[in-house]
Every structure is written in C-alpha cells, then in structure tokens.
C-alpha cells in the first residue's frame, strides 16, 4: 500500500520533512505554454522549468520525432531549447520529458507546446513598369516578401479607394518562404494624375496571435502626358475620282491619352457632308461628295487637325451625231445632235468657232439644224454639256464644199474629237513657239547691227 509506505518513510523523519515534501512536490512546465506563434527568423526559447525535484533529466523531442532544429542547454532545475533563427523546420509540438530520479523513487513528467510559424515581415514593394505614359499599357506588380503561410495571403491593388485587382492564394501549398508577387496591367489615363495605387497585403489567420495581420504600400502616380499626335488622313483609290467609283475617305491618329476622332465633310461646304469617326465610304461617289473633308484628333492636351480634298469628274458620255453622213456641199441642210448624260441631266448648248478663234454661241438645243449651207471651207462646231458641277465639251469639224469643186474623194469630211483642248493645246503651243523663236531672232539681229555699227 503505497499510503502506508509514505507514511513509514515519513515516519523516522518527523513532522518537518513531510511538510517540505508536500510543498516542493515535484511538477514541471514548459515557458510559454501550450501554443507559440513565432515568425520565422526571430528567436525563440522554450524553457522546460521544473519544481521540487534535485536533480532532474530533461530530454527534448517532437511529436513526429523529427530532428529538433535547435540547440539544447541543460541547466540545473531547467533546460532551454533555442531556435535562432525559428525556421520551417520547427513547426512542430515539442515535448519536453522530465524524469525525477531521487533514489527512492523515479517520476517522469511530459508537457508539449505547439510551435506555430508566420511570417509577414515587410511590406509590399510596388514597382510600376514601364512608365506611366497616360494611354499606354502599364504593369503593377506588387511583391510580398517572405510571406509564410502563403494560401493565407490575400492581395488588394488598389486606385485610391478603387479596387483594381484582388487576388487570393488559397491554392498555393508551397511550404517555403516565398515572395509573393501579384501584377496588374492597366492604362493610365491623364485623370490618374497624382491618384495612389495601394497594394494591400494581408494575412488573416485568426486564431494565431501576431500583428501586424495587414500590411499596405502606396505609390503615387505620375502620369506622363504626350500630346503629340500622329495624324494621317487619305483618300482610296485616290483623292481625283470618276463618279460612280467607291471611294474611301479614312483616318488615323495616335496619341496619348488615346485621341477621339472625327472625320467630316468641311462645314463650309454646301450641304454638311457625311460625318464619322475614322472612315466615311461613300459607294459610287456622286459630284457632290467631291469636296474638302477634314479630320480632328483631340484629347485633353491638345488637338491635331488634318484637311483633304475630294475631286469628283463628272461622267457625261457627250457624244455628236452629223446627218448626213456623205459629203455636205454648199446649199445642203446638216442636223448635228449631241446628247449627254450626267447626272443631273447637263444642258447642252452649241457654239461655233470663228475665224477669229472666239466662240460664238448659236444655240441652246442639244439639237443643231443649219439650213441651207452657206460658206465653203472647214468649220468647227462645239457642243458644251453643263451640269451645276462641271461641263465636257466635244466638237465636230465641218468641210463644206464649194458647188464649183469637183465632189471627189476629198478631206474626210466629218471628224470629231475627243476633246477641243486637244486642238487648243498644240495650237497655243505652237504660237509661243514661234513668238519665242521671233524674239530670239530679233535679238540675234539687234546684236549683229551693233556690231555692223561698230
Ligand atoms: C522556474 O520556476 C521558478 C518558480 O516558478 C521560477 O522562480 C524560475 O525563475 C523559473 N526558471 C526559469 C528559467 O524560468
Ligand atoms: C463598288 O462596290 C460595290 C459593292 O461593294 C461593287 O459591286 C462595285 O463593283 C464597286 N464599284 C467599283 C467601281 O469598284
């Protein structure tokens, strides 16, 4: 009976012995208690201290009996266990055994505490890449150094008060310390001026007691501002156009902050023409699109304005038609008819050239009747077909003959052309020609009666 075996070692010993006895019974703990949130990197010490015992053997281990990963110091009525630095390594429950020996009798005791790791040391770092130009791409990145236990991370990037990312990392079973890096690409605008981006960075575990559990960083952004534009502003196939052709008027402009374009008909035109934001089509284009367009680029800082002309020509198929078609003689009676169509429908005149080189307009039907037939000798007729937007003129060379001539195989009698300036052109080519060459003898005269002088 253990009671009595107390009681007759007490016995010989007196009344003092078992007082001090009962007061220093043996007990034991462990500093601090139960459960240690460390972060990794600091240092931390577990005491096991002991009460009421003389000498007594302390031996530290884990539960899972794996390597202690600290260094133990035994002292008289307590040992210490030091981890410096806490690493991964120690997140474990630590035993700490006690065995009392004092001769007589041999008592073991045991406590554990639960080692629990953070770490959350520093700030997030932000960094912005490239640069801030207001209207192209930019990257965020935010960098939380050495964070441990990550899948508790969380991560805000923030506008101001405006959340622009929000990233967790509830997936993340990496088991190391790791930096934690969240990017977000963004356009600044030119009203980012002087907003912060804040990178929130937390780790909310509850029942682990460190702080703090929220760490935060903020940048202020300086946005650059590039007003330059480049503008371009063309016409397909080309700005001079046929009606009827489908034409492409189009621009472009490129800027910082992003431009805002507008393309239209230059308002002082007839008619506001068509309006768009980059490119008007305009399919078989009409004689009144024919015009200048103008093309506006603006963003806050400034504007560009680039300015094209649309020429249309009008299609008109004038064509002349001579009854009769044999030779004319003098007396006889010519019906020259000229049609044309344009759109809107043309008015068509006849002129006649005079010897004088002037043309005298003799009618204003498209159909000429000349009765009668007077003069002989080579007479040119020109039809002129006028629409609002432009006229196309086409003449017919009349040979009459004398009644006296023999009616042979003559000149062709009817020949029309294409176009009067190619007659007027050679024609006013030729009289400058020769009135150069005039001048250029002349001189050449001057020259040589000077000298004749001399
Ligand atoms: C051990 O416990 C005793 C009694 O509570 C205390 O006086 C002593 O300072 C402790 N020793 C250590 C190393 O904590
Ligand atoms: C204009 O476009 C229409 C439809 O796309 C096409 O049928 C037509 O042939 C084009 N006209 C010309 C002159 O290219």
């Given at each position: 009976d253990p009671g009595q075996d107390v009681t007759g070692l007490l016995?010989?010993?007196?009344?003092?012995?078992?007082?001090?006895?009962?007061?220093?019974?043996?007990?034991?703990?462990?500093?601090?208690?139960?459960?240690?949130?460390a972060q990794i990197g600091d240092m931390l010490i577990l005491t096991c201290n002991t009460t009421g015992c003389a000498s007594p053997n302390f031996s530290w281990r884990t539960q899972m009996d794996s390597p202690l990963g600290g260094k133990v110091s035994n002292h008289r009525t307590y040992s210490t266990l030091t981890m410096n630095p806490v690493s991964i390594v120690n997140s474990h429950s630590y035993l700490c055994t006690?065995?009392?020996d004092d001769g007589e009798k041999k008592e073991k005791k045991e406590k554990s505490v639960k080692v629990e790791l953070y770490s959350f040391p520093s700030d997030p770092i932000i960094e912005i890449s490239p640069s801030l130009v207001a209207g192209e791409q930019a990257t965020v990145i935010c960098r939380i150094p050495d964070v441990y236990p990550s899948d508790h991370l969380e991560v805000l990037l923030k506008k101001d008060e405006h959340v622009l990312h929000r990233e967790d990392f509830q997936d993340d079973d990496s088991m190391n310390l790791e930096t934690k890096i969240v990017t977000y690409t963004f356009h600044p605008m030119a009203e980012d001026i002087g907003k912060e981006i804040t990178c929130v960075a937390r780790l909310p575990i509850a029942d682990m007691d460190f702080e703090p559990k929220e760490r935060t960083s903020s940048q202020m952004q300086i946005v650059i501002l590039n007003a330059n534009f480049i503008t371009k502003l063309s016409i397909e196939p080309s700005t001079t156009v046929k009606e009827g052709e489908n034409v492409s008027i189009q621009c472009s402009a490129e800027s910082n902050p992003p431009p805002k374009i507008i393309l239209r008909r230059k308002p002082d035109n007839a008619n506001m023409g068509p309006y768009s934001s980059r490119r008007i089509l305009l399919p078989s284009v009409m004689f009144q699109n024919a015009g200048d367009y103008e093309c506006m680029a603006e963003n806050e800082f400034g504007n560009s304005r680039r300015e094209i002309t649309l020429n249309v020509k009008c299609k008109y198929n004038t064509m002349i038609t001579v009854i009769p078609t044999a030779a004319l003689s003098e007396g006889e009676t010519v019906t020259m008819k000229c049609t044309s169509s344009s759109n809107p429908a043309p008015v068509i005149s006849w002129k006649k050239k005079k010897a004088t080189g002037e043309s005298e307009k003799i009618s204003k039907n498209a159909t000429l009747t000349i009765?009668?037939?007077?003069?002989?000798?080579?007479?040119?007729?020109?039809?002129?077909?006028?629409?609002?937007?432009?006229?196309?003129?086409?003449?017919?060379?009349?040979?009459v003959q004398g009644l006296l001539e023999e009616p042979v195989q003559m000149i062709p009698l009817i020949i029309a052309f294409s176009s009067v300036a190619a007659v007027v052109v050679p024609a006013v080519a030729i009289l400058i020609y020769v009135s150069r060459q005039a001048k250029v003898n002349g001189s050449y005269s001057l020259v040589k009666a000077l000298r004749l002088k001399v």
């Amino acid at each position: 009976d253990p009671g009595q075996d107390v009681t007759g070692l007490l016995g010989p010993l007196g009344t003092p012995w078992l007082m001090f006895s009962s007061f220093k019974a043996f007990e034991m703990e462990i500093i601090p208690a139960e459960r240690i949130v460390a972060q990794i990197g600091d240092m931390l010490i577990l005491t096991c201290n002991t009460t009421g015992c003389a000498s007594p053997n302390f031996s530290w281990r884990t539960q899972m009996d794996s390597p202690l990963g600290g260094k133990v110091s035994n002292h008289r009525t307590y040992s210490t266990l030091t981890m410096n630095p806490v690493s991964i390594v120690n997140s474990h429950s630590y035993l700490c055994t006690v065995i009392c020996d004092d001769g007589e009798k041999k008592e073991k005791k045991e406590k554990s505490v639960k080692v629990e790791l953070y770490s959350f040391p520093s700030d997030p770092i932000i960094e912005i890449s490239p640069s801030l130009v207001a209207g192209e791409q930019a990257t965020v990145i935010c960098r939380i150094p050495d964070v441990y236990p990550s899948d508790h991370l969380e991560v805000l990037l923030k506008k101001d008060e405006h959340v622009l990312h929000r990233e967790d990392f509830q997936d993340d079973d990496s088991m190391n310390l790791e930096t934690k890096i969240v990017t977000y690409t963004f356009h600044p605008m030119a009203e980012d001026i002087g907003k912060e981006i804040t990178c929130v960075a937390r780790l909310p575990i509850a029942d682990m007691d460190f702080e703090p559990k929220e760490r935060t960083s903020s940048q202020m952004q300086i946005v650059i501002l590039n007003a330059n534009f480049i503008t371009k502003l063309s016409i397909e196939p080309s700005t001079t156009v046929k009606e009827g052709e489908n034409v492409s008027i189009q621009c472009s402009a490129e800027s910082n902050p992003p431009p805002k374009i507008i393309l239209r008909r230059k308002p002082d035109n007839a008619n506001m023409g068509p309006y768009s934001s980059r490119r008007i089509l305009l399919p078989s284009v009409m004689f009144q699109n024919a015009g200048d367009y103008e093309c506006m680029a603006e963003n806050e800082f400034g504007n560009s304005r680039r300015e094209i002309t649309l020429n249309v020509k009008c299609k008109y198929n004038t064509m002349i038609t001579v009854i009769p078609t044999a030779a004319l003689s003098e007396g006889e009676t010519v019906t020259m008819k000229c049609t044309s169509s344009s759109n809107p429908a043309p008015v068509i005149s006849w002129k006649k050239k005079k010897a004088t080189g002037e043309s005298e307009k003799i009618s204003k039907n498209a159909t000429l009747t000349i009765q009668n037939l007077k003069s002989q000798g080579l007479w040119l007729y020109e039809c002129e077909a006028c629409n609002p937007f432009g006229k196309e003129e086409k003449a017919v060379k009349l040979y009459v003959q004398g009644l006296l001539e023999e009616p042979v195989q003559m000149i062709p009698l009817i020949i029309a052309f294409s176009s009067v300036a190619a007659v007027v052109v050679p024609a006013v080519a030729i009289l400058i020609y020769v009135s150069r060459q005039a001048k250029v003898n002349g001189s050449y005269s001057l020259v040589k009666a000077l000298r004749l002088k001399v």
